[in-house]
């Protein structure tokens, strides 16, 4: 597992009952935790935990987009979908840095990731099968992460707070993006609306799993609540998530695949149907349609790129070497 010798640091002289009572009354004051203050080892592990798997998402989460870059429709639509892809690789890149300052190194998370080790996001295990999935994605998958992601914009965890701004500012680009396709596409020749219906249909379910388990089967979430790394509940979210997203399906004039969705006067929210939790974990444990490919594919581009690291670390080298020298010289 990770840096094992930071977290024991942390274990000798964060864990008394005194500096435990000091680290929470710095939460309740609403206070930022920055990367040099002592904290819980927990604390620091709960948010590599977190953190890492959040980068992972964006970076595996290019994978299913990427399929269809070469196969958008138009030029207009090629540019805005390899932005859209770009920006995830970028959310990934802060995330891992601001997973590195909590003191572990993106070699050991993506280690994690290749071996199968580390979670990262369900929805990315499922395959794009067509032009539609992509306006879903957008719309569903990027809404959702905005939801999710919004409320992160005030972790008490400052690096992990700071990056959220811009990612969600990215977000909700690319959820407009996906909604446009699916504009265009409800109101275009029959043929693409039903390829609409067919998105939604294959991407509602899963998209409302993104916010995780139940809040009863929710390991992690009070201790996170109680530390402000979380604001909302995975119930809480989800909720919202289905509030704000219906009516756009009922502007596009497609129908949510659930046929005990309805309108609640007293809660002013939708009721829906019961999700498919064990198809979740089943994804969640490797076995959805995609894990298989998701992992080969990150584990060739480590591969891969192994030579490129060694010779920026061997280029590093040669500078420093260079500047020590010219420095002995003067
Ligand atoms: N998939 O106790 P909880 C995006 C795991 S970014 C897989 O409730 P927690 C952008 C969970 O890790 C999408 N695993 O956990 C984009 C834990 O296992 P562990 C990613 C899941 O942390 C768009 C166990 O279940 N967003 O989409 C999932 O309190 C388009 C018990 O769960 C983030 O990562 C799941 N859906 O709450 C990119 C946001 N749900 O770690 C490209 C940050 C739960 O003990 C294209 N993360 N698990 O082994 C979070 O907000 C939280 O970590 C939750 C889970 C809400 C995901």
Request: hydrophobic content about 35%; some cysteine; glycine content about 6%.
């Amino acid at each position: 597992m990770y840096s094992q010798g930071l977290l024991a640091m942390d274990a000798e002289n964060s864990e008394t009952p005194e500096f435990l009572a000091a680290f929470q009354a710095r939460i309740d004051a609403d206070e930022k935790i920055e990367p040099n203050d002592p904290m819980p080892a927990a604390y620091r592990k709960t948010l590599i935990r977190q953190i890492g798997q959040h980068a992972h998402s964006e970076i595996v989460g290019m994978l299913p987009e990427g399929n269809w870059i070469t196969r958008a429709p138009t030029l207009r639509r090629k540019v805005s979908l390899l932005a859209k892809v770009q920006d995830e690789g970028g959310h990934g890149l802060y995330l891992y840095s601001a997973a590195e300052t909590l003191g572990v190194s993106r070699k050991e998370m993506t280690e994690e990731l290749i071996s199968g080790r580390a979670k990262y996001s369900s929805i990315f295990n499922y395959p794009t099968q067509s032009w539609a999935d992509i306006g879903a994605i957008g719309w569903l998958v990027d809404g959702a992460a905005i939801m999710n992601q919004v409320p992160l914009c005030r972790c008490s965890y400052g690096p992990y707070a700071r990056a959220m701004i811009r990612v969600c500012k990215e977000e909700s680009f690319h959820q407009r993006q996906g909604y446009e396709i699916m504009v265009t596409l409800a109101v275009g020749a029959p043929e693409q609306k039903e390829m609409a219906q067919d998105a939604l249909n294959r991407w509602w379910w899963p998209s409302l799993m993104m916010f995780g388990p139940p809040d009863g089967e929710s390991m992690h979430s009070d201790q996170s609540t109680q530390w402000k790394i979380k604001r909302f509940s995975n119930d809480e979210l989800r909720q919202k998530f289905v509030d704000a997203t219906v009516p756009q399906a009922h502007h596009l004039g497609l129908a949510l695949p659930d046929t005990d969705l309805k309108w609640d006067k007293d809660k002013q929210g939708y009721e829906y149907g019961e999700i498919d939790w064990d198809a979740f974990w089943r994804v969640v444990k490797g076995h959805g349609p995609l894990n298989r490919n998701r992992v080969a594919a990150r584990k060739k581009a480590w591969e891969d790129g192994e030579w490129v690291r060694e010779a920026a670390l061997e280029h590093a080298r040669k500078r420093r070497e260079r500047s020590i020298q010219s420095q002995a010289a003067e």
